[in-house]
């Protein structure tokens, strides 16, 4: 069975930091890029960031880029986003998304792929 478990999500004053973990099983990690999305009540889900395992590449929307950074330890199936500086735009519920390959600017296809079931963000002032 393909799963993908998010964790890491909480509350955290504005200024303040957040990791998640995404971790992954059922399916071939290497063979998959690995990103995060987020989703406010209300609006679309949207692509954060991306970490391409067969190339080491990384993609950032504009809106996260200098704030928070994506990681992976590829031994334990595990992708992480660090997430600095927290602004209250940032407060959703993040979802795990592994998909079979990216397009040529490293983002995610979003309808071939697995996700997860998501973990929530708050943020205060």
């Known amino acids: 069975e393909v799963q993908l478990v998010e964790s890491g999500g909480g509350s955290v004053q504005a200024g303040g930091s957040l990791r998640l973990s995404c971790v992954a099983s059922?399916?071939?990690?290497?063979?998959?890029?690995i990103g995060w999305y987020r989703q406010a009540p209300g609006k679309e889900r949207e692509e954060v960031s991306c970490?391409?395992?067969?190339?080491?590449?990384?993609w950032y929307d504009d809106s996260v880029k200098g704030r928070f950074t994506i990681g992976s330890d590829n031994a334990k199936n595990t992708v992480n986003l660090q997430m600095d500086n927290k602004k209250s735009e940032d407060a959703d519920v993040y979802y795990c998304?592994?998909?079979?390959?990216?397009?040529?600017?490293?983002?995610?296809?979003?309808?071939?792929?697995?996700w997860g079931q998501g973990t929530q963000d708050t943020v205060s002032s």
């Open positions: 059922g399916f071939s990690f290497d063979d998959y890029a």
């Open positions: 998304y592994a998909s079979p390959r990216v397009y040529s600017n490293d983002r995610q296809r979003p309808y071939d792929g697995y």
């Open positions: 970490f391409v395992t067969t190339t080491g590449s990384t």
